[in-house]
């Protein structure tokens, strides 16, 4: 089912390697704004995230066989599970750093979750399966991602919009018109573009680079899960777990979308080989190992995606360069602290183009899928997913559920998969029906009557099946 597309590089030693290490250093800022601000919203360590995010990725390589071109960093949706923990441990009298240890120790059996759904695709085939994930499910879930992170990226561009507005016209005209390599790091040359103009207005406070040292350990053992085991609080371990794995449950429907997401993004199937059921383990296995020592949950990383599609590079080995470099760079306080005075209109510019490049994504897989949306149950599906996931995301910003707090986008994801799996009409198969909203057994009033000569493979495969006719 691969599709590989003309004018876009799989192999990127045709650039050579300076090339390759700047496309790895693009790859790295993408993801480094918003990873950092996991741990500064929760209180982890910002230089475990950056070295966690690293080796989680290298390890998502290694099990996906070195084929999916995807970067791990931190997610987002795992937000409201620590500050649950943190407000419980400090019921019983304990601090921020000593409650967040919990936190993670409720974050490791999460990331075990992810082998269970993983197993199922094993067990049971991924056409099985990602019948609950057609493109009319992940199209909605993948515009709805890009949709909600854009209020982020608004109010940092809010800061101060002419450098924001620097960032976003440097890419613009670089995408577009630019030549070789500059078309291809459209995203760095924005960065450095944008905050270079920062600099030269004074909006840049440097003194905490001068102050943060040039080599320094990522974590500190005390901050990890392993510094409760010697006198753990089991009531409180129970309470994080069951506080926070059900958020898993969201996080892999958003990690099936990002999937989905990158394979219409690289035109290749990496949801068959190397299967959905391999990089569901190198996700989970990679938020597992992080949140061991300190380190948030890791997720796909759509600003990677985007980037992705901006350059039409799609290399996995750019991407393990940026893991090796986020790795180094974790020893390095100094370098973190270059990239923390960043001025915020500069990471809202750059996130306001790569958000919106994975809602147009997700737009393109409704459109490459042939979804049809005059149809009342794809038209029911897409709006509820999108009108939830950015409603709740701009409302209450959670569903509470006991002590469970779920993200828009989770409530959006959860809600899409269970009305595609009870409303009538699911004949969707992934890797052989061209579009998902061919019924047999729906009244021919609600369908294309011409649809059987736009789609002579699907009519073939139903022939001698009994259509439901029109009462």
């Known amino acids: 089912m691969d599709n590989i597309k003309p004018n876009c590089i799989y192999d990127a030693r045709t650039l050579g390697r300076p090339r390759m290490l700047v496309l790895g250093f693009q790859h790295m800022f993408a993801m480094f704004g918003a990873t950092v601000l996991v741990p500064a919203l929760t209180g982890l360590s910002v230089s475990a995230t950056l070295l966690f995010a690293g080796l989680g990725t290298l390890l998502f390589h290694f099990l996906t066989k070195m084929k999916v071109p995807a970067f791990l960093g931190s997610s987002f949706a795992f937000i409201g599970g620590y500050a649950a923990v943190v407000e419980i441990g400090a019921a019983r009298g304990l601090d921020l750093a000593s409650s967040l240890p919990y936190a993670c120790i409720g974050v490791f059996f999460a990331g075990l979750l992810y082998f269970v759904l993983a197993a199922m695709f094993k067990l049971f085939g991924v056409k099985r399966v990602m019948r609950f994930f057609p493109p009319i499910v992940t199209g909605p879930i993948i515009i709805s991602i890009g949709l909600t992170l854009s ?74 899960a392993f510094s409760v085991l010697s006198n ?77 599609n901006l350059t039409k590079v799609f290399d996995p080995r750019v991407i393990r360069i940026a893991a090796v470099l986020a790795i180094i760079f974790s020893f390095c306080p100094k370098f973190a602290a270059v990239v923390a005075v960043m001025p915020a209109a500069t990471i809202g510019g750059v996130s306001l183009v790569l958000y919106g490049m994975i809602s147009a994504v997700g737009i393109r897989n409704l459109v490459e899928n042939k979804v049809d949306m005059t149809y009342p149950r794809n038209l029911l599906i897409a709006a509820l997913i999108m009108v939830l996931a950015i409603g709740v995301n701009y409302g209450p910003g959670a569903i509470v559920i006991g002590k469970v707090s779920l993200s828009g986008l989770a409530i959006a994801a959860l809600v899409g998969v269970i009305m595609n799996a009870l409303l009538p009409g699911n004949d969707y198969e992934w890797g052989e029906s061209k579009r998902a909203d061919v019924s047999i057994n729906l009244s021919s009033s609600t369908r294309n009557p011409n649809w059987r000569q736009e789609f002579p493979e699907e009519a073939a495969s139903l022939k001698g099946v009994k259509i439901k006719k029109e009462e």
């Open 151 to 224: 209020g982020s990226a608004l109010t940092n561009c809010a800061t101060n919009w002419w450098i924001a507005l620097i960032a976003v016209v440097i890419i613009v005209v670089c995408n577009l018109w630019g030549k070789g390599m500059i078309r291809i790091i459209p995203v760095l040359l924005g960065v450095f573009g944008s905050y270079l103009l920062a600099v030269c207005l004074g909006a840049v406070d440097f003194t905490p680079v001068k102050e943060a040292s040039w080599i320094g350990m990522p974590f500190q053992m005390k901050n990890t």
């Open 232 to 308: 753990p609080d089991w009531g409180l371990i129970v309470t994080a777990m069951i506080t926070i794995v059900p958020i898993s449950l969201a996080t892999m429907m958003e990690h099936v979308g990002d999937m989905c997401a990158i394979v219409s993004t690289t035109g290749i199937n990496y949801l068959e080989d190397p299967g959905l059921h391999r990089t569901l383990m190198g996700d989970g296995l990679a938020t597992a190992l992080a949140s061991l020592f300190g380190a948030p949950a890791n997720t796909t990383y759509g600003e990677n995606t985007g980037v992705l």
